[in-house]
Nanobody, 126 residues
Framework: EVQLVDSGGASVQTGGSLRLTCATS????????VGWFRQAPGNEREGVAA????????YYSDSVKGRFTVSQGSAETTWYLQMNSLKPEDTAVYYC???????????????????WGQGTQVTVSS
């Protein structure tokens, strides 16, 4: 089975930055997509960013475009979500997710992903 571990969440002030990390554990093969999602209390889980590791194509939600950047580490077993200009509205539990599917019609849909990290809390205060 595939295991993902996400980390890097913290409490920061408005305008601050954080880098979240998603790392693979034991798995076989390469992911088709790696995505980042968030869920605030009372809200549905929403996709914020995704990357197709082979082609390096990236996808972003309108709410984070221009502020967040998803990337792959040099080891190809680690992915990052760089979050800049953080706002209180970004407060949520953030999850990384992955799928072996090589083609996704909706890369930012939670239903597109099979494997999930445990979540890491990001809190942005004004």
């Amino acid at each position: 089975e595939v295991q993902l571990v996400d980390s890097g969440g913290a409490s920061v002030q408005t305008g601050g930055s954080l880098r979240l990390t998603c790392a693979t554990s034991s798995y076989l093969g390469s992911f088709g997509y790696v995505g980042w999602f968030r869920q605030a209390p009372g809200n549905e889980r929403e996709g914020v960013a995704a990357i197709q590791p082979v082609g390096r194509m990236t996808y972003y939600s309108d709410s984070v475009k221009g502020r967040f950047t998803v990337s792959q580490g040099s080891a190809e077993t680690t992915w990052y979500l760089q979050m800049n200009s953080l706002k209180p509205e970004d407060t949520a539990v953030y999850y990384c997710a992955a799928t072996f599917a090589w083609s996704l019609a909706t890369p930012l849909s939670p239903d597109s992903y099979r494997y999930w990290g445990q979540g890491t809390q990001v809190t942005v205060s004004s």
